[in-house]
């Protein structure tokens, strides 16, 4: 009997008009965040898309309705940009770049954070996060002193010189993520492996880096992304066209003093990071715990 009359009070206090309107109105607020967040990262992609596709009497046009297409598209701006420029160049060099980069940050951040996280000598947390602080020394501090290095190895003008330098960012980084996996991985998985016959770097390879695959695709991602955006390094080493990145050759060569080539800049960059956003979405659950596993453990 008692049970039976808990159950009819939930029912009445779920059913009744003042639960009601905060059930509605919680539930109001919550989708009008989501909606905010969502037009909050949608709408540059939509911007992007509808600019790269607007006619040039549509885009100019004072009197029309900017967000939408008010004449028909077309598809001369990215023709432009593709037949007119380097521009398919410039991305190969981008995939260069990067490709290297991450093997070059792979090869040289797991060792040492893996040094860090299982050795025990003086300063080691200190020394983890020196690393991690020389990640934070804007560019614009280093480019000095590495263009004297750049051109002292003779890599001036070359798209080798970036492949040289944007590890020096990358690498921090990425050491001090990977700490915080490698410290996630039970010793004694390490030690059974060695029981049975593993060396350390056997270890490393057949137990600690599978356990820690999220890690590194999270590093992957992570180097691979910085590459593709920086800026102010490729501008400072690379002046050759045929060795541009993306960055640089759709600034330098789609801005011509006050003129701003709007629909073709808009292509360049839709083109370069529609790719970019979709490998986000597909390893958005491996990256969200690679941020955050690594970064509590």
Request: net charge neutral; aromatic share 14%; glycine share 8%.
């Amino acid at each position: 009997m008692a049970s039976t009359d808990l159950v009819v009070g939930d029912f009445a206090i779920e059913h009744a008009p003042g639960h009601r309107m905060r059930r509605f109105f919680s539930s109001a607020a919550f989708w009008l965040t989501i909606g905010a967040f969502l037009l909050f990262a949608v709408f540059p992609v939509y911007w992007m898309f509808v600019t790269t596709f607007k006619q040039i009497n549509d885009l100019y046009s004072l009197d029309e309705n900017p967000l939408i297409f008010n004449l028909a598209p077309t598809l001369e701006h990215v023709q432009f940009l593709w037949d007119q420029t380097r521009y398919p160049t410039w991305l190969v060099n981008t995939v260069e770049i990067g490709v290297f980069t991450v093997i070059i940050t792979l090869l040289v951040s797991i060792p040492a954070a893996y040094a860090l996280a299982r050795s025990r000598f003086p300063g080691s947390g200190t020394l983890g996060i020196g690393i991690f602080l020389t990640y934070l020394i804007p560019p614009t501090l280093l480019f000095l002193p590495l263009s004297q290095i750049v051109v002292g190895l003779g890599l001036i003008n070359t798209r080798w010189s970036l492949v040289l330098v944007y590890p020096t960012f990358t690498i921090p980084f990425c050491t001090w993520l990977l700490m915080g996996f490698f410290r996630g991985v039970p010793r004694e998985m390490t030690e059974a492996a060695r029981v049975d016959g593993c060396s350390r770097l056997g270890a490393l390879f057949r137990v600690v880096l599978p356990v820690s695959l999220p890690g590194i695709l999270t590093v992957v991602i992570f180097a691979f992304t910085l590459t593709m955006q920086e800026y102010v390094y490729a501008l400072t080493f690379v002046s050759e066209q045929t060795e541009k990145t993306v960055t640089l050759g759709v600034s330098a060569d789609l801005i011509r003093g006050d003129v701003f080539a709007w629909s073709s800049l808009m292509a360049g960059a839709l083109i370069i990071s529609v790719p970019v956003a979709i490998a986000y979405n597909f390893f958005l659950d491996t990256f969200v715990k690679g941020i955050t596993g690594g970064a509590v453990k």
